[in-house]
């Protein structure tokens, strides 16, 4: 990095976290804190929401998911649109009547007290670790390519965040969350210009799109019903719908940002401007990372594109093998390229049966491509069994580092910077609402007053950025991120929403049948996860990690069902 990048960065970086806290000081009361004093108009709420989804993992991950695995990812947002006409219609309404400061504050006044701690512990787990994750993500992989240290990163990242979070609450995440969009989205559209820029000169846009699709980066829709299938059509519109509804339906950090708007109206255009643009923004961000792999078929690549993998093999036993893979990578790269050329120059002929022989030959090298380079990850994890081989995450920040030009190497840093920060900053925000609102002034035993509230919400908020920081310091990498935190959220959400569903819609379920359910459904999920999911790592899946929304939510709701008829019979039969 040159100076000029450091001064982008950092220039950046201040203005967001000093304008932040400039603007929101002062807070007098825990709604002005929580609720941003419910002055929030619809297009603050769509890019609050949007800016909270849109985290660093998102910017780093989603691009290397499309170079290696192509735009099928997109799949998964399918279902969101409908979840976000469902909450307009459904959530919204209730929770402004209610005037909650919390979504689980609905749950006590439908069930009771240990129904809404349930729901709220819930979600302090797997938000808490999740916020750990969005610091770890963009900390990880800039400490890997950039030789920074990992857990200075960590701290510079979770204080940065804690400035202004702890300041102004809500109001100040709200309000860096618009400088944060407009950084990202001028950073991946100048990203996008430059890669096609990048390319051949005799190879345009649609030039581009035909050699991504002759290389199976542009097979979107996926009608298959093999449920071990990550990204289909059906798992999208429904574990995806589920696990949307559930997100923005009941998950703190996303209802909080709609609980601020200053009418019930502006909250569901906020919504329903996030449900427009958020499938086109991650088409538009898997697009990115298939021009960065057509950009790849013309010029050289990393064998694999994690430095720490790459490093670990040199001066150990398997350093000759992996320079012949090395070798070999590069005569492939040579025949791929003239591959490309050739590809090209037949779709000017528009001779079909040229095109498919064409498009099988290049098909065939980069076959012997992906597994050239799993000899390599072999290798490596032979050299040294900690270091990740999974290079995804690293794809882009590689493609970032060595052909961005000065200026916009620093604008791209501060968008992963932005976007760890923005999402960070609404689960830390969200965190301590919960704790305070739903844990701590409830089980209060004397009622103190607003001033008391207002530095309770401050002190657990900056316990919680504590408590990431040092989540993020220990965690380890596991796969693709941006399916990690999706995983997370999935084994939680599903029971979570389907409580909710009960409360709206199943008034002959009760407290006691819908707590114990929802502790078994947990459980059950747990185990699901562990036994059927997380055996992927021997690349035995049996399920898609999408359909345990599906299977949390169904679960919850038929156990209720089962324990409150059982009770009821119980009843019966004594009197």
Known sequence: MELFDWIVLIGTLTFIVGYGYWKTQGSKSVEDYILGGKKAQWW???????????????????????????????QFYFGQPFAMVFICLIFIPIYHKLKVYTAYEFLENRFDLKTRSLASILFLIQRGLGAGITIYAPAIILSAVLGWDLKTLNIMIGIMVIIYTVSGGTNAVSVTQKQQMFVIMVGMFSAFFLVMSYLPS???????????????KLNILD?????????????????GFFLALAYFGTDQSQVQRYLSGRSVRESQLGLIFNGLLKVPMQFFILLVGVMVFVFYQYQHSPLNFNPAAEAAIENSAFQEDYEALEEKHRQLEVKKKIAQEHYSA????????????AKNRIQAINQAERANREEAKALISKADPTVETNDKDYVFIHFILNNIPTGLIGLLLAVIFS????????????????????????????????????????????????????FASFASLIDNLIQLVNIIGSI?????????????????????????????????????????????????????????????CALVILISLLFETLGRSGKALKS
């Open 419 to 470: 976007a760890a920060m923005s999402s960070t900053a609404s689960e830390l925000n969200a965190l301590g609402t919960i704790t305070t609102m739903d844990l701590y002034k409830r089980n209060q035993k004397k009622e103190h007053d607003q001033l008391h509230y207002l530095k309770a919400s401050r002190w657990f908020t900056l316990l919680w950025g504590i408590i990431a920081i040092l």
């Open 44 to 74: 603050t709420i769509g890019l609050s929401v949007m800016a909270t989804q849109a985290s660093a993992i998102t910017f780093l991950s989603t691009p290397g998911q499309a170079f290696h695995d192509g735009m099928g990812f997109v």
């Open 223 to 239: 009608f298959s019903f093999d449920t071990k299938s990550r990204y289909t059509f059906w798992s999208g519109i429904t574990g």
């Open 492 to 552: 939680f959400y599903g029971n979570v929403l389907g409580i909710f569903l009960i409360a709206f819609f199943i008034p002959y379920i009760r407290k006691n049948a819908v707590f114990f359910a929802g502790v078994v459904t947990q459980v059950v999920v747990i185990g699901i996860y562990y036994f059927a999911i997380h055996i992927y790592d021997t690349g035995d899946e049996k399920l898609g990690y999408l359909w345990l929304n599906f299977i949390g």
């Open 346 to 357: 037949v779709l000017d002929v528009k001779d079909y049966e040229m095109i498919v022989s």
């Open 202 to 216: 005799d190879i345009n846009f649609s030039k581009a799109l035909k050699i991504a699709g002759a290389n199976d």
